[in-house]
């Protein structure tokens, strides 16, 4: 690799990272439904219709899987709780084995050096809440409270940062307008309602670590480059709008009590009721910001309802995902999130990576450039005085890509689906070498 880990300032935290639902196997250890387990086994929603009930079996192979992560000369590893895990029914009886499961895992981040950076909620909502309308009820900002309460009593003393949420536009806009992720609708009510509902949730699960005096809370938002897919006004007000969807509404709740102008014309009339009482809780103050970035769209005018647009394929390297390679983009929303904050709050990319079928034992080159251009675009912001304070590789293994199966593989470790066997990549190796102290 280009970079290593002596051209970054002291601290920097190299991390890695992955989620509950994507690597734990939730038929394992008591977790309750989620609506990934019923949107899966609807035909057509996921490829093969692959769920999550076995994934990488991290649940069993826990202390393997972590021994990988230190080999691999990480300062921390990020991963996310299941609140079906914890809470199976989503409110009421705790499942002790769940917590348990959490508890092990921090203490064996901190045994072997790795700095726990912990996500709350990373989309496997309890099936029993879904029942209940999901994100769309605003009783979620409660239920998502007391879920961060127990499960914070328990490991909120010993981890290094918390995010309650990855990802909002996933969570809300994706899954409700696209409905390409569970809970698959496509409904323009319910996509302003969820994705007022997360931001409130966000906030809410903030106050309650507040209360029980968790340190470093933060948000994560992932973030796409807009480009006007051709050379025209109505394309580039195209992808201001897409840019203001994806880009600046969460950022625009979270440090500016608003909304942006663009996303409510098409989405004011279905917001909640009094929705502007909630932005002092969707507000509450932040320690930090992680940025999940991964590639640019290219945005054209559509001729459908708000709004109104859709994206075109363009000319860089594309991924096995179909995504352009676009590190520059980096550069621009670590700006962007350094201006939005206002306050020099340290940042992190918690996200960054790239799938591509790669077999054990063979070249990962892909990936070790991408992961190269990546840091040098985390370099040259750092080198224009910007606060970033660590990069994170997504992801250490090959998991669960959502609606698209196993297939991407995403991991600096290979993980074979049939056996579960775990083998490191090239890119594992080159990486390790960039990190070795
Ligand atoms: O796999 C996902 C992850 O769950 C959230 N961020 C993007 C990754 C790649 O699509």
Redesign the pocket.
Known sequence: MKYKRSDFPEGFQFAA?T?SY?IEGHGFGGAGLTHWDSFAATPGNVVRGEHGQTACDHYHRMEEDLDLCQALGLDAYRFSTSWARVLPEGRGQVNQEGLDFYDRLVDGCLARGLNPMCTLY??ELPAALADEGGWRNADIGNWFADFTETIMSRIGDRVFSVAPI??PW?VSWLSHFEGHHAPGLRDIRATARAMHHVLVAHGRAIEVMRGLGVKNLGAVL?FEYAFAGDDTPEARQSAERYDAIYNQFFLGGIFNKSYPPLVLEGLEEHLPANWEKDFDTIAAPLDWVGV?Y?TCKRIVPADTGWPSLTDVPGPLQKTQ?DWEVYPEGLHHFLNLVHQANGKNLPIYVT?S?M?QAVEPGAADIQRTDYIDAHLGQTLRAIDEGLPVKGFTY??VFD????ALGYE?R?GLVHVDFDTLERAPKASYHALAAALAK
């Open positions: 990272a989620s994507q990373h989309w990855n990802e996933c992932n999940n991964y995902m996200e990576g799938a997504w992801s998991n669960y890509e959502w991407k995403f």
